[in-house]
Structure formats: structure tokens, C-alpha cells
């Protein structure tokens, strides 16, 4: 089976899996903020923990998704569309 990379570096071999976003990342992408004891957390959910930045982690994992997007690309068609159609069809009343 293959090493499993870095998220950040990849070409480096990942040592640990960050606790918050549960992806694999090397110890120099790796925050021990409770000491060596408790599961690390990666720079961008570190950063958000400390209250730093707060859309760290879901920068880190890649925006809004899918899903929001579609629900946004809907909205602003059916928004399109009302302005357009709605004034074009007003004289069939």
C-alpha cells in the first residue's frame, strides 16, 4: 500500500492526521496545541481554534462545497428569470 502524503507537501510522507479536519498532513503542517499527548490539529483548524481566523478550515477544505453552490447557482437563475419573464408576461392578465 502507498505512504500516504502530505495535504500541503506532496511529496512529503503525512505523520499524523489532524484532529479537527481529519486530514493527513507532516509535522510541519502539524500544531501540538494540548502537548505531544493529545492529537495534533493542522495550521488553518489551529488558527481557528485559537479564534484567529474563522473561515480557516473551511478555506483549507475548499470553500462552500458543491451543494451551496448549486443552491446558489438556482437562486440567482430563478432570480434571473423573474426579472426578465415576470414584466414580459404582466399583459396577460
Known amino acids: 500500500m502507498a505512504e500516504v502524503k502530505c495535504e500541503k507537501h506532496l511529496f512529503e ?9 481529519r486530514r493527513h498532513f507532516c509535522d510541519e ?12 490539529l493542522c495550521i488553518p483548524c489551529a488558527l481557528t481554534a485559537a479564534g484567529v481566523r474563522s473561515t480557516a478550515a473551511r478555506a483549507a477544505r475548499g470553500g462552500m462545497g458543491f451543494g451551496p453552490k ?13 426579472v426578465v419573464a415576470v414584466p414580459a408576461l404582466s399583459h396577460l392578465r
Open 29 to 40: 503542517c502539524l500544531v501540538y496545541v494540548n502537548g505531544s499527548h493529545a492529537a495534533p
Open 13 to 21: 510522507d503525512a505523520t499524523g492526521l489532524c484532529r479537527a479536519c
Open 70 to 82: 448549486v443552491a446558489v447557482g438556482v437562486a440567482s437563475t430563478a432570480a434571473a428569470v423573474a
